[in-house]
């Protein structure tokens, strides 16, 4: 219910602010050899035929506009969605605590006293977990990454960056901007959904859970990592933990085109054991549409 309301906000600012269509270029490594590859609400949604990033075409200050709609920020901002995030999500987010800890020690030696910044996450629960972590000193949240002050330049030791790479047009300039902010051989801890995943390539236009402008960017593992390399990161590692693929294909197996005869025959005839297999095997080889990366400044 509150994602279908979530959906319906976004949905009703994108039919108002329509885009026009022309001549575009992968924001992930900048070839324009790029395809239509599906459509949602009536924007076009391209897949860059060099590095396989799925996009928008969009004015930054359109989806500026989008991130800054106060009826949208009204919403999550309700006791009810925040509540509803942090009762759906503990689980997720006491292992990501761990899973932070683990990589900021492993990486960079520290396990107490970290400067943390963290940009652009929206659920309360989370902010309040990582403010009252043990092994975090100095914690700040921006809502954007123009909210940082450049002329208190913190020099943290990490940059969260969770699920906020799909709202960049220009993701490359976005974190270099950011890197300023980082401390020598600092961490960048970044979360995305991918556009190179089993469960977003299959289905293309017919996964619920994917829309402008909410999801103008969704780079590919290649594409990832050419941004980062582009923005002046080291990529450190990158994992794809994500379960929801199969769930996802099988709850929207009427949208899989007629044409994908395997991949039909396949969700007709598997039993649970192998959808459970297929799964571990997305997750273990980098098919997810789920992914999480370390890189070092």
């Not at 060099?50 to 969009?58: D, G, K, L, T």
Request: proline fraction near 2%; glycine fraction near 4%.
């Amino acid at each position: 219910k509150l994602f279908n309301k979530e959906k319906e906000i976004a949905q009703k600012f994108v039919l108002n602010n329509p885009l026009i269509k022309r001549i575009c270029k992968c924001p992930a490594c900048g070839c324009n050899n790029v395809k239509y590859i599906f459509e949602s609400w009536g924007i076009d949604y391209y897949i860059c035929q060099e590095c396989n990033s799925i996009f928008v075409h969009a004015e930054e200050e359109l989806i500026s506009s989008y991130l800054e709609l106060e009826e949208m920020k009204e919403f999550r901002n309700t006791e009810i969605y925040q509540k509803q995030a942090s009762t759906s999500r503990a689980e997720q987010w006491k292992e990501l605590l761990f899973w932070i800890q683990y990589r900021v020690y492993r990486y960079i030696k520290k396990s107490s006293n970290l400067m943390v910044i963290d940009i652009g996450y929206k659920y309360k629960g989370l902010i309040d977990k990582l403010t009252s972590s043990s092994f975090i000193a100095n914690y700040e949240w921006k809502d954007a990454i123009c909210e940082i002050d450049s002329d208190k330049i913190c020099f943290a030791d990490v940059i969260l960056y969770i699920n906020h790479l799909q709202h960049e047009i220009n993701p490359v300039e976005s974190l270099q901007r950011i890197k300023k902010f980082l401390s020598d051989d600092g961490l960048l801890i970044l979360s995305t959904r991918l556009g190179s995943g089993f469960d977003i390539l299959t289905l293309k236009g017919g996964t619920d859970d994917i829309f402008p402008y909410e999801h103008v960017m969704l780079p590919s593992r290649k594409g990832l990592e050419i941004i980062l390399n582009r923005a002046g990161y080291e990529m450190l590692e990158i994992s794809t933990p994500g379960i929801r693929d199969i769930d996802s294909v099988m709850k929207n197996r009427e949208r899989v085109d007629e044409s994908n005869f395997f991949i039909k025959y396949f969700l007709s005839t598997a039993d649970d054991k192998v959808l459970q297999d297929f799964q571990q095997f997305l997750q273990k080889s980098g098919f997810s549409s789920f992914a999480r990366v370390i890189a070092r400044k």
